[in-house]
């Protein structure tokens, strides 16, 4: 990257960059920081200070299809150590974990929980963790983790915010960029009315589709009526959908069995962090074929499927062309600052296990994002 687009960057994430400026002046040396995390345009604004204070950085992907190359070589071309490259396969993303924990570190930060189960489990204890996904927190629920882990994905700002708004603004012109098609008058079942899930219906609404939902909990298929949404049971819903997304942050939403009741022409779509929330081992099983990138065709009994991505979150696509780091500033901002209070200290009175995120670091990003000044 040159030094015009760094500029750009830097401009685009305001919050993240002036708390940043912060950090890269403490003396962070001798710390070692382990992140295995998407890697995008707005991680550079989360490394880079920690970098610039001394710590060591190591770096690893929590997803094999959002990983921006550009930005991997840039982090490592400053002192980041990095085990990351779009397209890696299972086995390789499995290696970069390993490699990831086979030495200790003093904070971690993670998407989807593996580093925090891995480092665990190697015996490792850094002085804590963060915690960003709904994946990594049902992966963590019922285990014994010997250091505390800062849950920042039930925190306000992320819940009613990134999660309930800007996945869904994300989503569809990714659907668009990928397969050329708009959603007027496409009936679009959206799997799981959780915050990610109402944004997403409710952008799809916007954009002209005729939605349905389709969720375990009763409670929420009011309210998906109340957003003017139809509800369906899953086999229902299937039969008629032109488009499904799954936005549950469970493995295996869509198995053999609904994947079997699928209409054809149907277009499969994950925005939840598990990239096996549709059971692409399954789908593998059939003849495929590479239509465009991120599009791939399988040829199930006669029908034919169409999956986005791979399975992975399709607003995470890498390549597109569409990510927005003003979108993610303040939950980069989050995550920065939840970084600097664990290497600082300020989190070695919290019990072991999921705490919640410090309230007062929240409150003072979205202070910072409301009044445009840091």
């Not at 707005?42 to 930005?71: H, Q």
């Not at 003017?228 to 936005?247: H, K, N, Q």
């Not at 986005?308 to 995550?335: E, K, T, Y």
Request: charged share 20%; hydrophobic share 45%; with cysteine.
């Amino acid at each position: 990257m040159d030094a015009a687009e760094l500029e750009w960057i830097e401009w685009t994430t305001p919050i993240t960059s002036s708390l940043g400026a912060a950090v890269a002046t403490s003396d962070l040396s001798g710390r070692t920081v382990a992140c295995r995390q998407h890697i995008l345009a707005d991680t550079i604004p989360i490394m880079t200070p920690f970098v610039e204070a001394g710590a060591r950085v190591r770096l690893a992907p929590c997803n094999p299809d959002s990983t921006d190359d550009r930005t991997a070589a840039h982090l490592a071309s400053i002192g980041v150590e990095v085990r990351a490259r779009a397209g890696m396969s299972a086995g390789e993303l499995d290696e970069s974990l390993a490699w990831l924990v086979s030495e200790p570190a003093d904070a971690l930060c993670d998407m989807g929980g593996d580093l925090i189960v891995a480092t665990a489990a190697a015996g490792h204890r850094p002085a804590g963790a963060l915690e960003a996904t709904t994946t990594g927190l049902h992966r963590l629920d019922g285990l014994q983790i010997p250091f505390p882990v800062l849950d920042w994905n039930g925190i306000a700002l992320k819940d009613l915010i990134h999660n309930r708004h800007h996945v869904g603004v994300e989503t569809w012109p990714a659907f668009t960029a990928i397969t050329g098609l708009a959603l007027y008058g496409r009936e679009v079942v959206v799997v799981g009315f959780g915050p990610v899930g109402q944004g997403v219906a409710a952008r799809a609404r916007d954009l002209g589709a005729l939605v349905t939902v389709v969720d375990l909990d009763p409670v929420r298929l009011v309210q998906a009526q109340h957003d003017g949404c139809r509800v369906a049971e899953m086999p229902d819903a299937l039969r008629s959908a032109s488009v499904i997304v799954t936005a549950t942050g469970f493995d295996g939403v869509l198995g053999e069995p609904q994947l079997s009741q699928v209409a054809d022409g149907a277009i499969l779509v994950n925005v939840g962090h598990s990239d096996r929330e549709i059971d692409v081992d399954w789908l593998d099983r059939h003849p495929s074929t590479p239509i465009r990138r991120h599009l791939q065709r399988y040829e199930i009994d006669g029908r034919a499927l169409y999956l986005l991505n791979r399975g992975s979150l399709v607003n995470l696509a890498a390549g597109l062309g569409i990510g927005a780091p003003q979108l993610f500033d303040p939950f980069a901002a989050i995550m920065l600052l939840g970084l600097d209070a664990i290497l600082n200290g300020q989190t070695a009175d919290l019990p072991n296990g999921v705490q919640r995120y410090p309230r007062p670091l929240e409150e003072r990003v979205a202070r910072a994002w409301a009044t445009g000044s840091a």
